[in-house]
Structures are given as structure tokens and as C-alpha cells.
């Protein structure tokens, strides 16, 4: 069993090794610092080193949820029009779609997952300021957390579709039906995938313990506070945003799920109030869906 597991496991990790690398824009934007005098223009710079994210990006600021009085012809119009996060956020999501692109129905409801859960994530980090956690980073690495599972798409679709079909109903439950199925989780294939692209360390870390629980106090602006924020994220979407009737559920149960399903000890609970995270999750579908829209997603 656990011979064939390895095997498995190298098998896939090969398959990382085949995929393209994510777009060198992408980690120098990650690197640029959105207080600066000067973010707008070197982020425009490096945007326009890349032709296919300057079109992808007037597109999305022309896009029927921005909706412009005047249509925006321009990068540094649409820098101006979105803002430092929406710019940053959408040069992430676009550049792992550029690696990952959807062709099956299973792969859009990952892309819906992997988006909602990188909006809720920046606003954990931003509800939750104590924890000194960069609402930019939360949502890169609520973007990434499933990154696993895209590879699993990519090279082992049939085995993939048994884990969606297991009717997991919560985070720890798919990290269950991985282990049934292939005998590794898409964490760890993730953790690797992220090492392949040479992203910081601080991010693989995150992706490859994002089903791990912190049960610890959380130190602000430690690991420890940004993988709070995706593993609520991730929960979030489980148990409220990805519901069918997400509209007809009371905010007083909106509130008592978050409770329930999302904060496990004390301080976390008085790290994010539950109240203000619930008033906050039409916002944050909202947001969502307008991104994917953008993207393709519709």
C-alpha cells in the first residue's frame, strides 16, 4: 500500500515538473509594495511586459461589473479605475489561469471555490487587523490553497471525479476521500507544485498545512495568522458562500455557522467577530462573482 502510494506520488509530482512556469510577472508583483508613491506606475511597467495581462486587464475594468461611464482604453486607466488590490488580485487570478484553464464543468466549480475562498481570505485579514496579515497575501494564498487539486485535474481527472462524487461536506472530509483514493493529499501535491514555481516559502508552507489546525495562540504576522485566515476561508465556503441557498439563510444562522465551523478556539473568536465577518459575505460573493465573471466564468 504504501509503496504504491509513493508511486503514485512521484508519478503526479513528475507531471508538476511538465507544467508551465507561472508568469515571471506575477512574483514581481508580488514583490512591489502597494503603499509605495510609485506602486501604479511600476506596476503598470511590469504589466505591460506581458501584452496578454494589459488586454485581460482593460478587459476586466470594461467589464459589465465596473460598468465605466467612460470605457477605460488604457493601463493606466485601469489601474486608476480598480485600485491597488483589485489590480494586484486580478493579476494572480490571471495568472494561474493561464496555467490552469477550465474545460470541464468539476475544474469552473474549482475555480469558483479557489476565488471565493481567496476574497474571503483578504477579508479575514482585513475584519481581523490584529493579526497583521496583508489582505493581498491572504488572497494569493486563498487563490493557491487548492492548487493540489488543479493538478489532479490536469493528469488524473477520472480519479478526481470519485473524490467530488464521495459527498464531502467539509474540508476535512475531501482531505479524507484524497487519502481513500489516492493515498496523498492534494496539500501536499500542492506544496510541491508551489515549490515547482519557486514561489516563497511562506506560501508553500501555507498550501501544504491548509487542512492543519491552529490550534496554538496566533502570533500576529506569523505563519500561524495567514494560514488562520485561508483555513477560515476555506470553511466559509463550505458551510455558507457555495450553498445553494446561500440568499435565504437568516444572518443570525449566517453568524452561528461561522461560529460553529470556522473558529476553533477562544482567540480566534475574538480575533473575528462573527457578526462582522457574516455582514461582510454578500460583499465578498459579490466581489467573487464579478472576478469570475471576468474571467470567463459565467
Not at 485579514?125 to 486563498?142: F, K, Q, R, T, W
Not at 464521495?166 to 500542492?190: C, M, N, R
Not at 467577530?273 to 466581489?287: E, G, V
Request: proline letters at 5%; one cysteine or more.
Amino acid at each position: 500500500m504504501v509503496a504504491n502510494a509513493n508511486s503514485a506520488l512521484r508519478s503526479m509530482e513528475a507531471k508538476i515538473g511538465e507544467l508551465p512556469m507561472l508568469p515571471q510577472v506575477l512574483v514581481k508583483i508580488l514583490q512591489l509594495n502597494p503603499d509605495a508613491d510609485d506602486f501604479f506606475e511600476e506596476l503598470g511597467k511590469l504589466t505591460k511586459e506581458d501584452p496578454a495581462f494589459a488586454v485581460r486587464l482593460i478587459a476586466l475594468a470594461n467589464c459589465a461589473a465596473s460598468a465605466p461611464a467612460v470605457p477605460v482604453v488604457s493601463i493606466r486607466d485601469a489601474l486608476t479605475r480598480m485600485g491597488s488590490a483589485a489590480i494586484r488580485n486580478l493579476v494572480a487570478s490571471l495568472a494561474v489561469q493561464r496555467v490552469f484553464l477550465p474545460t470541464k464543468p468539476n475544474e469552473v466549480r474549482l475555480w469558483q471555490h479557489s476565488v471565493f475562498a481567496a476574497f474571503s481570505a483578504a477579508m479575514v485579514a482585513e475584519i481581523s487587523s490584529d493579526i497583521n496579515v496583508d489582505p493581498a497575501e491572504a488572497y494569493l494564498v486563498g487563490l493557491l490553497h487548492d492548487i493540489g487539486r488543479f493538478v489532479m485535474f490536469e493528469h488524473a481527472a477520472p480519479n478526481l471525479l470519485k473524490v467530488d462524487e464521495s459527498h464531502w461536506e467539509t474540508p476535512e472530509q475531501l482531505i479524507e476521500a484524497d487519502v481513500e483514493i489516492y493515498k496523498f493529499t492534494h496539500s501536499e501535491l500542492g506544496f510541491r507544485a508551489c515549490t515547482h514555481w519557486k514561489l516563497p516559502n511562506s506560501i508553500c508552507e501555507i498550501v501544504r498545512l491548509h487542512h492543519t489546525p491552529v490550534e496554538a495562540e496566533i502570533v500576529p504576522g506569523s505563519s500561524d495568522a495567514l494560514l488562520f485566515c485561508v483555513q477560515v476561508a476555506d470553511h466559509l465556503c463550505a458551510s455558507l458562500l457555495e450553498c445553494d441557498d446561500f440568499e435565504g439563510i437568516p444572518s443570525e444562522t449566517r453568524e452561528q455557522r461561522i461560529l460553529d465551523t470556522c473558529l476553533n478556539t477562544e482567540q480566534q473568536v475574538a480575533l473575528l467577530p462573527a457578526a462582522l465577518l457574516a455582514a461582510k459575505l454578500d460583499k465578498i460573493r459579490t466581489d467573487s462573482q464579478a472576478l469570475l465573471s471576468g474571467l470567463g466564468f459565467n
